[in-house]
């Protein structure tokens, strides 16, 4: 268990004093208009000239007018106080706090009315199956299976977890997952009008849980839908001592509706190793097209002292992309293929 609330000061913060405030790639009026942004917003300071400012707008750099915006020294961001409980093999086997999926292990197991033996089969469940555990007693677990609850022994459950804890390097590995985006911060829009930052907050959870699993310590940047400067979360990772530390992003190229795959991006060569490992774990569990491994000179990276990469993790822009990202089972995939990289780098 980890209680975190402490405040960390940082540079300069850009308020905009006006509504409708022009975003340009440049400092001047004749760069490529890219948005806009409104009275009472605020952004990371990135640099400046006489006349303009750059923000951190949706992860990359905009530049604003100087004459409609703020510029306040020392911001104090507030870490949010952070109750996440972290496992260890007690946790796991006997308290479970949130719900997770659990793949059955055995070839055959029957999913009961009530917690005993006597109660009525609702259904059997077969290798494979994935069953969302939602309580656990002594004796059973509370499941639901294809929108059915009932119970299966909670026996079950601790051999695979124990299997699981024997046999993965993730056990006791600090993993800092960071959802891109968030709050006013929608990040990109997808063909059916959902938002990047949901996509990537889900993802980030359903890794979570799944690394929890094999005992890893994670610790997500944001949990909820909030705005959140870029730096202070590569300083979560620094400040938790990652081993890992994980920006999840979804792409979108809107002209270019076709585009489709995914990236894995690093910023030290240190990393090259990390990103390599990863990227080959998604790639072999979702299948998805292959847009390699490249440098990326995000903000994000630059500030974290960890280990770090930032996936982007299919188009929005893709319709069929956009519904199998949406699917939970493609979730699953990307989730896997993380965690085989994951280990594959921890083994090497
Ligand atoms: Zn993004």
Redesign the pocket.
């Known amino acids: 268990m980890l209680t975190l609330s402490q405040s960390i000061s940082f540079a300069k913060v850009v308020s905009i004093d006006v509504d409708e405030l022009r975003v340009r790639t440049g400092p001047s009026t004749a760069h490529e208009l890219i948005g806009h942004v409104n009275q009472g917003e605020q952004y990371t300071f990135l640099d400046e000239t006489d006349e303009w400012v750059a923000i951190d707008y ?2 990359g750099t905009g530049w604003v007018s100087r004459d409609y915006v703020t510029i306040t020294d020392d911001q104090t961001v507030t870490i949010p106080s952070n109750s996440d409980t972290t496992s260890d093999d007690t946790n796991n086997q006997n308290n479970i706090s949130s719900t997770f999926d659990f793949k059955i292990p055995v070839d055959k197991l029957h999913l009961r009315e009530a917690a005993t033996t006597e109660s009525e089969i609702l259904s059997i469940l077969t290798k494979g199956d994935s069953v969302v555990v939602l309580e656990q007693s002594n004796d059973w677990v509370k499941v639901n299976f294809q929108d059915t609850e009932g119970y299966i022994p909670s026996w079950i459950l601790n051999e695979q977890i124990k299997i699981n804890l024997n046999q993965t390097p993730l056990r006791n590995k600090v993993i800092v997952i960071d959802p ?2 968030g709050g006013y911060d929608v ?2 829009i997808s063909v059916h009008n959902n938002y ?2 949901n996509f ?1 907050l889900n993802t980030a959870k359903h890794l979570q849980d799944q690394l929890e699993l094999l005992g890893a310590k994670v610790h997500l940047t944001r949990s909820d839908d909030y705005y959140y400067a870029l730096t202070p979360r590569a300083i979560l990772a620094n400040y938790h001592g990652a081993d890992v530390f994980l ?1 999840i ?4 190229e809107p002209q270019y509706p076709s585009a489709n795959g995914i990236n894995t991006y690093y910023r030290k060569s240190a990393d090259l190793a990390l990103a390599e490992f990863v990227h080959q774990g998604i790639l072999e569990t979702t299948k998805a097209n292959d847009r390699g491994v490249l440098t990326g000179d995000y903000l994000v990276l630059r500030n974290s002292k960890r280990p770090s990469l930032l996936l ?1 993790l299919g188009f929005l822009s893709n319709e069929s992309e956009e519904m199998l990202i949406q699917s939970p089972g493609y979730q699953d995939d990307i989730s896997r293929g993380i965690i085989i990289g994951l280990e594959n780098y921890f083994y090497n």
């Open positions: 949706n992860g891109g985006h990040g990109a990047e930052k990537a920006s992003h979804y792409n979108s982007e």
